[in-house]
């Protein structure tokens, strides 16, 4: 099994972090959390072209065919720059309707960045309801086409929640909904690392500049080993989210889930830590990071949930 990324792949990554560098995400990220959607559309029309959207597609409907590591790649970079939107959900919805008889009205659309989609699981509530094209509410009856309620407030403001209530008869009465998790869960696990990897770069940068008793914090025994955690941590995510996407088997995307999404969340407390008081204020860039990355600990299944999966199949009680 192959782990690291070929020279094309890694270009394709070099691509999204120009075009998201220069694209001043947490100007986006700050418009998108008070409702103002303008350039957050726009980035996602860029992010359609340069074919982000399309990995999930199969080719007959302008994707690029099912392509889930290079999903992942993407989705590091994605969350690295705090990219706003229901960015799991419109994977989910792709996965959802990628085959006849909805498949070729609704992924032309999300394929190319032009639409965004957003799925709201049974009992839960959907991401940006509010913004996104195309709604769909899975119930234990099916799929179905949805319309959102009011914005709800949640821990990362730039994850707008709104119920949504199905509308008419349902799209599908058996859609793929475990292979639609595992997409989710991928998903979630590569956008976290990306949140901890940009958490922990932000960090080493400040407690390099930032002075104490006339040398940088950052030279500190104790700040060097929390630092030296978290990177460890991280790293030893980075092989279980690409090997995830190779085998795409429940227990795999679980277990990678679990430890990116882990790895973020301890990273995230090091960086809050590390920046003193100035990591507490919302106005600081750092805090678009850190409610991302405690809100994807729980998005499309919880710590729990993934752990109790992965001892499951170890225990051979999942069926191959």
């Known amino acids: 099994m192959r782990f690291l990324p070929d020279a ?54 302008g994707g690029a065919g099912r392509r889930p590591v290079e999903l992942a790649l993407a989705f590091v970079e994605l969350g690295r720059h705090a990219v706003p939107g229901p960015l799991v959900e419109t994977v989910v919805a792709a996965v959802l309707l990628d085959a006849p008889p909805y498949a070729g009205r609704f992924l032309p659309g999300l394929a190319a960045g032009e639409e965004a989609a957003t799925v709201a699981p049974p009992g839960g509530l959907a991401l940006d309801g509010d913004a996104a094209a195309l709604r769909l509410a899975l119930t234990p009856g099916g799929l179905y ?60 940068r400040y407690v ?32 279980l989210v690409l090997g995830a996407a190779v085998s795409m088997r429940p227990a795999d995307v679980a277990a990678a889930k679990l430890r990116a999404c882990e790895a973020a969340y301890t990273t995230a407390r090091t960086a809050l830590h590390l920046h003193g008081a100035i990591g507490y204020t919302a106005e600081y860039d750092l805090s678009l990071w850190l409610t991302k990355a405690r809100a ?25």
């Open 8 to 61: 094309e792949q890694r270009a394709f990554t070099g691509v999204l972090d120009a075009l998201l560098t220069a694209a001043d995400t947490p100007a986006v990220v700050r418009e998108w959390g008070r409702g103002e959607h303008a350039r957050g559309r726009a980035l996602w029309a860029r992010l359609g072209k340069a074919g982000v959207f399309g990995l999930a597609v199969p080719q007959e409907y």
């Open 145 to 204: 086409l949805a319309k959102p309620g009011p914005v709800r407030a949640s821990l990362d403001p730039a994850r707008r929640l709104t119920p949504l209530a199905p509308d008419g008869a349902p799209l599908l009465t058996a859609p793929p909904c475990e292979r639609a998790l595992g997409w989710a869960r991928l998903a979630v696990a590569a956008q976290a690392l990306g949140v901890g990897l940009a958490l922990l770069d932000r960090t080493v």
């Open 208 to 239: 390099g500049q930032r002075t104490q008793f006339g040398v940088p914090v950052g030279s500190f025994q104790a700040v060097k080993h929390r630092l030296a955690d978290a990177k460890t941590a991280l790293e030893f995510a980075r092989p």
């Open 296 to 320: 994807l600990r729980t998005a499309w299944g919880t710590p729990e949930e993934c752990r109790a999966l992965v001892l499951a199949d170890a225990l051979g009680e999942v069926a191959p």
